[in-house]
């Protein structure tokens, strides 16, 4: 069953943040996800958005999103995104 990883991001250090987008799709790729989403302009219907960035991400199954998000690789680029940004992300599975 697939699942998705929603990240709502609070970007505040740009230069930081870009050494982890620098390097985000590279190991991204060894994984079986496909972005669905990334957006820094989202539109409003109900509520606040106090975000920078929000994200998509959808993964085959449980099993491969973690194996993702767990990886040594994704976890030492992390860093970069910790030391940047603040965010929320949620693994949320699909019908």
């Given at each position: ?65 973690k194996a993702w998000y767990e990886s040594e690789d994704y976890q030492a680029l ?18």
């Amino acid at each position: 069953m697939s699942c998705y990883f929603v990240a709502t991001i609070n970007i505040h250090d740009r230069d930081t943040y870009a050494k982890y987008e620098s390097g985000l799709m590279e190991v991204f790729s060894k994984f079986n996800g496909k972005m669905l989403a990334v957006d820094e302009e989202v539109e409003i219907f109900e509520g606040a958005w106090p975000y920078t960035r929000t994200v998509i991400i959808e993964f085959p199954s449980e099993a491969d999103a973690k194996a993702w998000y767990e990886s040594e690789d994704y976890q030492a680029l992390a860093k970069h995104r910790f030391a940047a940004s603040e965010a929320n992300l949620a693994l949320i599975k699909g019908l």
